[in-house]
């Protein structure tokens, strides 16, 4: 009668012994799409002082209107040595 007992509160805190302990991912996860959010930057660029400028758009892979800014300033830099924000939206 004890093992009946002990047997049953086993079943009942961990489960059958034939239950499979794989844990499997639910369905709505599996088919689900990641969706890439995607800012354009475009910023006021030259090298004269006042002088000529033109237009610099830069395409960034982030949520961060933040880190998306300093992406495009980053790039521009390297060929342009003044920069000015215009705006950040997403596409």
Known sequence: MTTDLEEEMRRALFGSAGASTRIEKPAAQTG????????????????????QAFDFVYDADTLSTLLAEQEATRAARKKYRYVELVSVVQL
């Open 32 to 51: 689900r799409k990641v969706i890439r959010a995607r800012l354009r930057v475009t910023l006021r660029v030259g090298n004269e002082y006042e002088g």
